[in-house]
């Protein structure tokens, strides 16, 4: 048996590192990096703001873009200071002094911003005739994917002026009215029973997670409260939905936009033949949810679960991991995968690039983040040795990885991931340290766990890809109409949780106002990344345990950042994910966990 290398058993720091930038926040040296970030945009600016020639001539967009990028990969409109001041605010969140030092950086950050967007804008309004040329050319290669998504989004831009009354005409004819209805509901208390036994005043979204408690009396409770709250409100909401579906609708219809989600595919860099695919493979597979509530329903001893009671938890997960035993855990999953994995958590540790305790002024939950190229990823952890805390590590660190990758062989302007595939990595990462944390447990934990990851799985792929549906039959039939009055809503709302949820949840009375507090749909379409994130890792881990040298694969999507679409990044590879058969992998993954699930449920003798 090959052995581990052992990870350092020093204590390493577990609080961010931020000497590498300035020695503290009254450092002159953030003055200094101000003036150069000024200096060296306004060269920029000053060498290419009245010239006309790089958008008639590759040769000179060549050296223009060179300039923008070695801009952007040191520099950007912010520098150092920034990040630096942004990363302070994360970790001291009630230092008035940090918050106004913060201020004044992202106010000189936006002048800048102001001052050097030009140059992305005229690259949009170079002539559609010439975009063959530009892109043909052998010295823009490294930029093609850059310019093909500028391109593509410029095909349904308006004239300059149009463009700016639509951009004006936004905030009332659709911004304000989400904003109105969610306002409205995040005003919404209501006293309701508590875990203690005790009754208490609690806010919407409080509500909201009370409907999943164990105690069922709680649940149900909770459950009746929020009704009430839908029910006030949705006649409102019937109002608001249908303008802001209106206001899609003519803009659309003046873009000249083939279809309502098109847009949303191409600011995400993801063809909609591939996005449709997903779509398909997953409603053909719907009984995975429907079984899986079924299951639930015979754990729970209930016929059918109410609507409200779909996410409540099974057993408990009560074992602790120390941050340390975390990271011996993670080390352990990612040294069978590819030692560049950690490589570069060793590396994170070493170089105090996380974040891990809660603390007063620390903001809450988790993240990983990057800002320009040439500056460190940070994670920001809020560890207290649960389960799912080794999983958040896990998570973060997919996403770490997965910025490290890129960095490796991208420059800057491809430095990022597209959002439909922005959760790939952490996901991946997540679901081997998990079925790690299985190997190790106990029977009755491993139903717990199994349980609450079928439940994550479900809402993810199954009620997203729903609601995705939901959706589009909104548009389409209010194109159709010309106005939907609640109940008509109600009932496609119902239509597409049926479809998905199976017979094993009922429809309780109420739930047919559940869309009002969905803020989801107000903003589009998005839906479907949270679903093609997830499948697309599960597709790559399926290919990985089946052939572990498959991991040189998933490397080689993982660093290929904003430098092409997804779909064609992985015909490069040999796969092709417009094609049904990649989403069956990953929900293969999905409906195996599911089978697992049944049979131990069937061992303990639960079922
Ligand atoms: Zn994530």
Redesign the pocket.
């Known amino acids: 048996m090959k052995k581990l290398p052992q990870i350092p058993t020093r204590k390493t720091q577990t609080t961010w590192d931020l000497t590498r930038f300035f020695q503290g926040d009254d450092d002159p040296a953030i003055e200094k990096n101000r003036t150069t970030v000024e200096e060296k945009s306004y060269a920029f600016i000053n060498q290419w703001k009245n010239r006309k020639d790089y958008l008639r001539d590759p040769a000179v967009l060549r050296k223009a873009l060179d300039e923008y990028e070695a801009w952007k990969r040191t520099c950007g409109t912010d520098g150092n200071a920034g990040y630096y001041f942004w990363l302070r605010t994360q970790i001291d969140r009630n230092n008035p002094e940090l918050k106004a030092k913060f201020n004044k950086i992202e106010e000189f950050s936006r002048r800048l911003e102001n001052d050097i967007q030009f140059f992305h804008l005229r690259i949009a309004k170079i002539p559609k005739s010439l975009h063959a040329s530009f892109l043909k050319y052998r010295g823009l290669r490294k930029y093609q994917h850059f310019l093909e998504r500028i391109f593509a989004e410029s095909a349904y831009l308006l004239g300059e002026n149009e463009e700016k009354i639509l951009n004006l005409k936004a905030t009332t004819s659709y911004a304000n009215w989400v904003r109105m209805t969610s306002d409205f509901l995040a005003k919404e208390e209501a006293r309701v029973l508590l875990e203690d036994g005790h009754t208490g005043v609690k806010t919407l979204s409080e509500i909201s997670s009370l409907t999943s408690s164990k105690s069922r009396a709680v649940r149900d409770t909770a459950a009746r409260a929020f009704n009430a709250i839908m029910a006030r409100h949705v006649d409102v909401a019937e109002v608001e939905l249908n303008s802001i579906l209106a206001h899609k609708k003519v803009d659309d219809e003046l873009r000249k936009v083939s279809r309502p989600d098109l847009l949303r595919h191409i600011s995400d860099d993801i063809e909609s033949e591939v996005v449709d695919s997903l779509i398909q493979s997953v409603s053909a597979r719907f009984h995975i949810p429907a079984q899986y509530y079924a299951l639930k329903a015979r754990l729970l001893g209930v016929k059918k679960l109410r609507y409200h009671e779909r996410n409540v938890d099974i057993g408990k997960i009560d074992r602790k991991y120390s941050y340390e035993a975390s990271l011996t855990l993670i080390h352990r999953v990612f040294h069978r995968l590819d030692t560049r994995f950690t490589d570069i958590l060793t590396e994170f540790r070493k170089n105090g690039q996380f974040d891990v305790r809660p603390r007063k002024g620390k903001g809450s939950g988790a993240f990983c983040i990057h800002h320009l190229i040439s500056q460190p990823t940070y994670i920001l952890l809020n560890h207290t040795d649960k389960l799912r805390d080794v999983l958040t590590l896990a998570?973060e660190l997919g996403?770490g990885i997965n910025n490290e990758l890129i960095r490796d062989r991208q420059h800057a302007l491809n430095f990022g991931t597209p959002t439909s595939t922005a959760?790939v990595a952490?996901t991946f990462m997540e679901d081997f340290v998990l079925q790690e944390i299985l190997r190790g447990s106990d029977d009755e934990l491993k139903l717990a766990i199994m349980v609450m990851k079928l439940n994550d799985e479900v809402s993810t792929i199954f009620r997203q890809v729903a609601c995705y549906t939901f959706e589009q039959e909104l548009h389409q039939a209010f194109r159709e109409k010309g106005y939907l009055s609640k109940t008509e809503i109600g009932k496609i709302f119902r239509r597409h949780m049926v479809a998905y949820m199976g017979d094993s949840v009922e429809q309780s009375k109420g739930s047919e106002n559940w869309w009002v507090y969905w803020s989801h749909i107000r903003y589009f379409f998005y839906v479907y990344s949270y679903a093609s994130g997830l499948l697309i890792s599960k597709s790559l881990q399926n290919s990985v345990k089946k052939d572990p040298g498959f991991i040189t694969g998933v490397k080689e999507f993982l660093s290929a950042g904003l430098s092409d679409s997804p779909k064609n990044i992985f015909r490069n590879l040999g796969i092709d994910i417009a094609d049904k058969t990649f989403w069956d992998r990953g929900l293969d993954e999905v409906e195996t966990l599911l089978g697992e699930t049944t049979a131990l449920a069937g061992k303990l003798g639960k079922i």
């Open positions: 998570h996403h959760e952490s």
